[in-house]
């Protein structure tokens, strides 16, 4: 099992900008593919991205966050990141980092991540 630790999250106006971190110890984070989700309040988790094992791997993004959000990750300090911009009130939410030992079937699935972080709250003022 991997923990996993998110920062990066706060306070910022429409078109504004924030990079998300999440922390990984406890086990290699080459090990794991990994992927951000996030979560409005009164409704449900939604996936955002996701990267596959590798440093400069693979992404994967949803619809509303393509060309906005970018996903990477830097293995050898064991680290995730989401760079967030051009932010609209919509994008308000707690950010959650998760990570999966095996190559999900669907990896916007939230039922596919095994490993959770506690979230990050990014709050976009209109």
């Known amino acids: 099992q991997v923990q996993l630790v998110e920062s990066g999250g706060g306070l910022v106006q429409t078109g504004g900008s924030l990079r998300l971190s999440c922390a990984a110890s406890?086990?290699?984070?080459?090990?794991?593919?990994m992927a951000w989700f996030r979560q409005a309040p009164g409704k449900e988790r939604e996936f955002a991205a996701a990267?596959?094992?590798?440093?400069?791997?693979?992404?994967y993004y949803a619809d509303s966050v393509k060309g906005r959000f970018t996903i990477s990750r830097d293995n050898t300090k064991n680290t995730v990141y989401l760079q967030l911009n051009s932010l609209k009130p919509d994008d308000t939410a707690v950010y959650y980092c998760?990570?999966?030992?095996?190559?999900?079937?669907?990896?916007?699935?939230?039922?596919?991540?095994?490993?959770w972080g506690r979230g990050t709250q990014v709050t976009v003022s209109s």
């Open positions: 990267i596959t094992w590798s440093t400069g791997g693979n992404t």
């Open positions: 406890g086990r290699a984070l080459s090990s794991y593919f």
């Open positions: 998760a990570a999966t030992f095996v190559r999900p079937n669907t990896y916007s699935n939230p039922k596919s991540y095994a490993d």
